[in-house]
């Protein structure tokens, strides 16, 4: 369970499951002038209480500067000091935020916002849609690595697209595999994927405070999308009080890596942060590694006249990215010639092994309030990635015998990309409707320039494999360029009346592709312009309970060619979705129920072996989604979720008409457990405690065979020294498939299934200074 809390502009780390035990206690606070949210933020972080409040209400509202030592109360009223809010203590020992007392009443406690699904911090509880967070505690709890690992947790999501491979952050989103790779934001921003080429990048879940995920189609407010949802990384932000963190960790297969993170005030109205890491190890895959240095400065300014600038910048250096490879169903899901491959099993050659990737973004966020009600925003960033890429990869099995014939790939390229926000918002009141609104500009620009050669290599024995082959023969680079020019006009109204939330939006984007081959001067390109709608009601009961229903639309340009060298047409997805949401009084827990309904058209699928694409038809899916999360005494978190998702091809090709999607667990279950001893011999102690469950997994589009299902379980035992007097020193050893399963995580095709990831111990040892 992940404590329910509200975060905006600079704040995201407010700490999980800690009482207001210490509040009558004296806390030495150091805070700035700053916007109060942030302000809120640090005491939150400073003293452990758990602050539950709207944050339409501390919207374009400032708080005085707060030095000395203060109790919570004390310090909760000098922050909150003519901005027209109060506090009042729950039993649980939370804080509840809200409007002082009128004739009309005062606002009931509202829990953790949804910034991403909005665009405006919005309640998750008050938002007509699924979402969920993932936040900082549980990715360092759980000790993932990467992003897809973060979400190993999350109903309605499958993170083992591509199995062990950590290369880039497959996410599957109610069943939809296509394009799973570009539905990946950060900061709110769409500048991480680019299907169809090389060029993805990716964020170390070190640099991050949070990951939202929104589920079902969401072009309203971001333009191209798939209509299986997002996923938006919240970076770590500076805060205006000093913090240093620097943490080694070793594990096996040769991992070792450091990171560091250190943040505080530059003065009057400023503040810092960098973060950084290095690390490197083998894969579970023989003649792999990964290694991996990254470092992210960033600045928060106070610009005065209520004007906010936060500056970020991002430099990553993969020199080897691991694997990311398949091999047969014959020979994994079930024997070839009476024997299995193993599930280290290399099938490429050493000598023509490469894949390189540097990644570099600058971004910024300016804010201005030109009152308690309206406020302006724009968001920026620029990236430019290069990729360098060798491999050697298997296709099929040569006739009867235990060779696999192999082919090569390689690739040069270079992406440079640009993503502009333009945001105005604004609180009003119409009679008794309160209205959130929100207009919108954004743009976004991509150019990929690729040199793409192709070759084969001799066959390989996939149980006694010898390696030091040469090509049989490697072509020339051929020149590609694609490039995607993305306008969108945006409008949304939020409407509350009474226990009513209504959503209305609407969006225009214009939207020009083009992809060239340079070397010949074949040339295809389109222009599209689409509307996107989205409406959506919730009824919020005084009990804690809230039914919803919504309608929400998506559209995805293509910059793919069909067999005639044409431009594919836009896919285009819409959902219907119904739940209930609740939210005890006491603000400890969460549960969700959802259902929905998502049809995509003019789906295209990449054939094997194939330079084009070929539309397949139109995809269905449906399914129940079930989340529960609480704090079920102070010292025990637990969360678990239930997934059912139906994905088939409808109106489709007649081969497949009526079969499954891949690549798409029909059956998801997750429970997670962690405890925490506050006394006694084991007093600093906590342990965590795992287990996900998939089946339904089929392993082609003609649903010839099913992968097995299987059942993983993870742990973690962590130890805070301040225990034996040696303050903010920590040690956590995680393990994840901690029983070691040997399995195949999913199929592309029956020539390309994925081996899932081996046991993974990592010991790290952290130390904090405050």
Request: contains cysteine.
């Amino acid at each position: 369970m992940m404590p329910l809390m509200k975060h905006t502009l600079r704040a995201a780390m407010l700490l999980a499951g800690l009482t207001l035990l210490a509040s009558a206690r004296a806390a030495t606070l150091d805070i700035a002038a700053q916007p109060l949210d942030a302000a809120l933020a640090e005491l939150a972080e400073d003293t452990g209480v758990q602050l539950i409040y709207d944050a339409t209400i501390t919207a374009g509202k400032r708080s005085p500067a707060l030095s000395g030592d203060y109790a919570i109360d004390q310090a909760l009223t000098r922050l909150l000091a003519g901005s027209g809010l109060r506090h009042r203590r729950n039993d649980d020992g939370s804080v509840t935020l809200e409007p002082a007392p009128t004739t009309s009443g005062t606002l009931a406690p509202v829990a953790v916002s949804a910034q991403v699904a909005t665009k405006i911090d919005t309640p998750t509880l008050e938002t007509p849609q699924t979402i969920n967070v993932v936040r900082r505690e549980q990715v360092e709890e759980q000790g993932s690595e990467t992003v897809q690992q973060a979400l190993r947790y999350t109903p309605g999501v499958f993170t083992e697209q591509i199995g062990a491979s950590q290369r880039y952050d497959y996410v599957v989103l109610r069943g939809f595999s296509d394009d799973s790779i570009d539905n990946i934001y950060l900061d709110g921003l769409k500048t991480m994927g680019d299907g169809g080429t090389f060029s993805s990048m990716q964020i170390d879940p070190y640099f991050l405070e949070r990951v939202e995920i929104v589920k079902g189609p969401t072009s309203v407010l971001y333009g191209r999308a798939s209509p299986g949802g997002l996923v938006n990384l919240t970076s770590k932000k500076p805060l205006f009080e000093t913090r240093q963190e620097v943490t080694f960790s070793a594990g096996n297969n040769q991992y070792r890596g450091a990171a560091f993170d250190f943040t505080g005030p530059l003065g009057d109205g400023a503040a810092y942060r960098v973060v950084g890491l290095t690390d490197q190890g083998d894969t579970q895959f023989d003649h792999l590694e990964h290694k991996r240095r990254a470092i992210m400065p960033s600045l928060a300014l106070d610009l005065g006249d209520n004007t906010t600038l936060d500056l970020m910048a991002y430099f990553q250096d993969d020199p080897q990215g691991g694997s990311h490879s398949g091999v047969p169903a014959e020979g994994t899901l079930y024997p070839r010639n009476g024997r299995y491959i193993s599930n280290r099993f290399f099938e490429g050659e050493p000598a023509y092994e490469q894949f390189s990737r540097t990644e570099k973004m600058v971004g910024y966020q300016l804010r201005h309030f030109f009152n308690d009600a309206w406020s302006a925003q724009q968001n920026f960033r620029y990236l430019t990635s290069d990729v360098d890429l060798q491999q050697v990869y298997s296709f099929a099995w040569v006739g009867n015998t235990d060779q696999l014939s192999r082919f090569y790939s390689g690739a040069d390229e270079q992406l440079d990309a640009y993503t502009v926000d333009n945001q105005l918002q604004g609180l009003f009141a119409t009679g008794a409707l309160r209205h959130t609104l929100l207009v919108g500009v954004d743009y976004q620009h991509r150019d990929v320039d690729a040199a793409w050669s192709s070759g084969s290599f001799p066959a390989i024995d996939a149980f006694d494999p010898q390696y030091g082959a040469a090509p049989l023969a490697i072509t020339d680079p051929v020149l590609h360029e694609r490039k995607l020019i993305q306008t969108g006009v945006y409008i949304q109204d939020q409407i509350a009346l009474n226990n009513w939330r209504f959503s209305l939006g609407g969006r225009q984007d214009w939207v020009r592709t083009a992809n060239v081959n340079t070397d010949t001067g074949a040339r295809s390109s389109q222009d599209r312009d689409q509307f996107s709608g989205r409406a959506g009601a919730l009824y919020r009961m005084d009990n804690g309970l809230a039914p919803y229903v919504s309608y929400s639309e998506s559209f995805n340009p293509s910059v793919y060619t069909d067999a005639d060298g044409d431009p594919l047409e836009p896919t285009e997805g819409s959902q219907y979705e119904t739940g209930l949401k609740y939210q005890p009084r006491q603000g400890r827990g969460l549960y969700t129920l959802s259902l929905f309904h998502i049809n995509q058209e003019n789906l295209a699928i990449r054939e094997p072996q194939a330079a084009v694409y070929v539309p397949v038809g139109e995809v269905r899916s449906r399914g129940v989604e079930l989340d529960a999360q609480s704090q079920v005494t102070d010292r025990l978190r637990l969360q678990a979720s239930y997934t059912y998702t139906d994905i088939e091809y409808v109106e489709a090709e007649e081969d497949i008409e009526g079969n499954r999607v891949n690549q798409a667990p029909r059956n998801q279950a997750s429970v997670w457990g962690h405890y925490r001893f506050n006394g006694g011999a084991l007093s600093g102690l906590d342990v965590g405690l795992g287990a996900r469950y998939l089946s339904g997994i089929e392993a082609d589009r003609a649903n010839t065979l099913n992968v097995p299902s299987y059942t993983l379980m993870d742990a973690s035992i962590g130890y805070d020294f301040g225990q034996l007097g040696v303050r903010g020193l920590s040690a956590r050893l995680n393990a994840n498939n901690l029983l070691d399963k040997e399995y195949v995580a999913s199929c592309y095709s029956l020539n390309y299934c994925y081996f899932g990831a081996e046991r993974s111990v990592t010991a790290s040892l952290t130390y904090r200074l405050r």
